[in-house]
T-cell receptor, first 113, second 116 residues
Framework: EAQVTQNPRYLITVTGKKLTVTCSQN?????MSWYRQDPGLGLRQIYY???????DKGDVPEGYKVSRKEKRNFPLILESPSPNQTSLYFC????????????FGDGTRLSIL | AQSVTQLGSHVSVSEGALVLLRCNYSSSVPPYLFWYVQYPNQGLQLLLKYTSAATLVKGINGFEAEFKKSETSFHLTKPSAHMSDAAEYFC??????????????FGKGTKLSVKP
């Protein structure tokens, strides 16, 4: 079964405490991406990766880091989280072709106090 | 720049009534367009996509959308709403500009409520 798995699903933490949200896919997709979803703003892209060791900024990259050391994994790192990063985060993957739909994980709800 | 506008952040219909969710796009090149649905506490699920083939696209759960280039629209419809259709719906355009890698640009979403 095709899956995009995010962990954790929920996290409450405090300002400044480094955290990592993992994303793993079993579809051998080249393209992976992170979004944040905020009420009234829809989904905004944070970072994306076209393949191993190839990453680039999306529309709202400030305060986030990513890495793509393996094709199946694309972790999102918050080195020093702040309250304005409280949000619902989604990882998505697709095959390389632009006309292909993206497959989304079930989301990670982060609360930064 | 490419963009998507969804008219109406909330739409309420009665069960059995027509569902119409509006989406207009802006694109300097022929677009790829998508509708996604998000049920509570879940990720986004693809409903349908337009990639320059037939202008009337049929998707899952009885939904369909029509690409109208002259109106730059891609409205989502369903003839008869079910209670299970209550969810948030997102229209998205694939960024076809050079170097964009086809990143999705989402509208702000429309929450659909279905009344018994």
């Amino acid at each position: 079964e095709a899956q995009v798995t995010q962990n954790p699903r929920y996290l409450i933490t405090v300002t400044g405490k480094k955290l990592t949200v993992t994303c793993s896919q079993n579809m051998n997709h080249e393209y992976m991406s992170w979004y944040r979803q905020d009420p009234g703003l829809g989904l905004r892209q944070i970072y994306y990766s076209m393949n191993v060791e190839v990453t680039d900024k999306g529309d709202v990259p400030e305060g986030y880091k990513v890495s793509r050391k393996e094709k199946r994994n694309f972790p999102l790192i918050l080195e020093s989280p702040s309250p304005n990063q409280t949000s619902l985060y989604f990882c998505a993957t697709r095959r390389a072709l632009r006309d292909q739909p993206q497959h989304f994980g079930d989301g990670t709800r982060l609360s930064i106090l | 720049a490419q963009s998507v506008t969804q008219l109406g952040s909330h739409v309420s219909v009665s069960e059995g009534a027509l569902v119409l969710l509006r989406c207009n796009y802006s694109s300097s090149v022929p677009p790829y367009l998508f509708w996604y649905v998000q049920y509570p506490n879940q990720g986004l699920q693809l409903l349908l996509k337009y990639t320059s083939a037939a202008t009337l696209v049929k998707g899952i759960n009885g939904f369909e959308a029509e690409f109208k280039k002259s109106e730059t629209s891609f409205h989502l419809t369903k003839p008869s709403a079910h209670m299970s259709d209550a969810a948030e719906y997102f229209c998205a355009v694939s960024d076809q500009r050079r170097g964009s890698q086809g990143n999705l640009i989402f509208g702000k979403g429309t929450k659909l409520s279905v009344k018994p």
